[in-house]
């Protein structure tokens, strides 16, 4: 995906340069191998590719076509032939202007502002498909929204789209050396051994450090904490559950001589100021952290700032905090939330020494999401250090789909995806206060802005098909089709089947079962307030920078050398800048 990371820094999701063509063959712009079939309707499809391929809209159109084999849509044809349109460049599907032009129907779009694409008119209108009683599950695909969604996707009453898929950034863990090392908490410890909470003056955490807090390499009968979800005898048991936990676990990976963390080199700001996003979104919650995109409520929990910008700290050196209520008069409050603060300490801790990262993870050009990906999996099933976690978006595995092949090829059957016991990592909370407040409780973000929509101005004979098609596309079982075939999520409501959720690969169901639970909650990129709708394309690009060209993961590391630990904290110095921008950043 490394046009879609070049650009995430810009939009939070991707961008690309590859131009969108048309196959001047059949009249539109569709690419699939098939020929056009004259004695059938056809229907042209976009997708945007990348990340999550399209594999698995393949697999819908085979299905869809079987289904209505005998329907007829025009005269003197019979069937449907769904013509799919796979393009890496999602600006064909951004700007109003770009859908009006396309020759394709239906899109399967990413980084779409929807919003803006509704009220110019370039969308058709699909309410009946989106409010009536689908024939598919006997369910209406407006059900399986949200209430935030469901405020969204209205335009005017009506309906003009619905999201696709979703994408967050947090971290990958491979299980397989988690349990050959030994990577786990004993049952008993607590983060308040030896140690100073939320004192991030030191970037090591070594002084504080024991192996005595971790169970032996290779141990599968000595009991482990009850991990991030608190509940013993699930998969997350032994997991760090607090950022000090989370760094202990580094400093006992580098004490084994493994690489703690790796991230893409060559996208490392856009991965590290998503990661800040990620856990900036966790802290807060859902309801605050909605603010950032309602701008309509209070938060009991925003960093003081003095008259100067400075943040205001007690005798202790800590950050004081007070209730603010937020509004678009006063949009930019927002940012001193304290879950971006502590979040900033936390990136801090992380990239200030090597000790929990490599050198190539700041190598601008030399060392992409996919070389990483490739040392990822790779490194365990070598001699030398191994990597223990990647930060990376959900939609990893899937890029890299030719490394798993490779492994296989060389290895056997036993390194396949869905023989790897890889894992997706809850993220930590803040404090061990914050953990037993939230008992389980987590948030995610999603960043894609990813949404299926029509165009209007396609033939009207093919409206109701463009309607049905998407409401096929948001039908149970092609939720779940696309689950099990990507290993990723749909950003709709449903459930998989204990059957249905054996067919995932381990990262896949370790991903389903941490982001589709009961105490789970997903905050999606979407808003009606005419504040961030103004600002839609700054506000996203503009999230974590300190300025229009600089981001928070720059800042950050502005003095790191490679191989060198740094004692000084960069964190309030950034949270001081972010807020210092945002105050006049928006109109």
């Not at 393949?58 to 069937?79: C, F, I, M, Q």
């Amino acid at each position: 995906m490394r046009k879609k990371l070049a650009a995430v820094i810009a939009t939070f999701i991707c961008l690309s340069t590859a131009l969108f063509g048309c196959n001047p063959s059949d009249g539109g712009s569709g690419n699939s191998t098939d020929k056009v079939d004259t004695t059938q309707t056809q229907l042209y499809v976009y997708v945007y590719s990348r990340g999550y391929g399209s594999e698995y809209l393949y697999k819908l159109k085979e299905r869809y076509e079987a289904l209505h084999a005998n329907d007829v849509y025009e005269t003197g044809k019979k069937g449907v032939q769904i013509r799919i349109n796979v393009s890496d460049d999602n600006s064909a599907t951004k700007y109003a202007e770009n859908v009006k032009n396309q020759k394709d129907d239906v899109f399967f779009a990413e980084d779409s502002y929807y919003r803006a694409l509704a009220n110019a008119g370039a969308l058709l209108d699909i309410t009946d498909a989106v409010t009536k009683e689908s024939e598919y599950d006997g369910k209406t695909v407006a059900s399986k929204f949200n209430a935030h969604q469901d405020a969204y996707l209205k335009v005017n009453e009506k309906y003009y789209g619905v999201p696709h898929y979703q994408g967050e950034y947090g971290f990958v863990y491979d299980a397989d050396l988690f349990e050959k090392k030994g990577y786990y908490f004993k049952d008993g410890y607590t983060v308040a051994d030896g140690f100073v909470a939320n004192k991030y003056d030191s970037a090591q955490y070594g002084e504080y450090y024991s192996d005595e807090m971790f169970v032996s390499a290779g141990d599968k009968t000595t009991k482990r904490t009850a991990g991030p979800d608190r509940i013993e005898g699930t998969a997350d048991d032994g997991l760090p559950t607090t950022y000090d936990e989370f760094f202990f676990l580094l400093e006992h990976i580098a004490a084994n001589n493994d690489i703690p963390v790796s991230w893409a080199g060559s996208y490392y700001d856009g991965y590290l100021n998503l990661l800040t996003h990620s856990l900036t979104t966790d802290y807060e919650g859902f309801d605050d952290m909605s603010l950032n995109y309602t701008f309509n409520g209070t938060d009991s929990e925003m960093i003081k700032l003095d008259a100067d910008g400075k943040i205001v700290k007690n005798a202790a050196g800590v950050a004081e905090t007070e209730s603010v209520t937020v509004s678009e008069s006063n949009a930019s409050e927002v940012r001193r939330q304290a879950g971006l603060y502590k979040a900033l300490q936390f990136m801090n801790n992380l990239i200030n020494t090597d000790r929990y990262h490599v050198g190539d993870n700041y190598a601008f050009a030399s060392f992409e999401h996919t070389a990483n990906q490739e040392k990822f999996l790779w490194s365990s099933l070598q001699s030398g250090a191994s990597v223990a976690m990647i930060a990376d978006g959900i939609w990893w595995q899937r890029e890299a789909t030719q490394v798993f092949k490779d492994i296989v090829s060389a290895k056997g059957e036993a390194y396949s995806a869905n023989n790897r016991n890889l894992g997706w990592l809850p993220l930590p909370k803040a404090t061990v206060e914050k953990r037993d407040a939230d008992n389980g409780k987590t948030t995610h973000n999603d960043i894609m802005n990813s949404f299926i929509f029509a165009r209007a101005g396609i033939e009207d004979y093919k409206k109701d098909l463009a309607r049905d098609f998407i409401k096929f596309a948001c039908s149970d079982e092609s939720l779940v089709e696309f689950t099990t075939e990507t290993n990723t999520l749909k950003a709709l409501t449903y459930t998989l089947s204990t059957e249905e959720q054996n067919k995932l690969t381990p990262f896949g169901r370790s991903l389903y079962k941490a982001c589709l639970n009961e105490k789970s909650s997903t905050i999606y990129p979407y808003s009606s307030s005419s504040k961030y709708l103004n600002n839609v394309s700054r506000y996203n690009k503009e999230y974590y920078n300190v300025s229009v060209t600089q981001s928070v993961a720059r800042l950050l590391r502005t003095t790191y050398q490679s191989g060198k630990t740094f004692n000084v904290s960069y964190a309030d110095t950034a949270f001081e800048s972010i807020n210092k921008y945002f105050a006049n950043a928006f109109n």
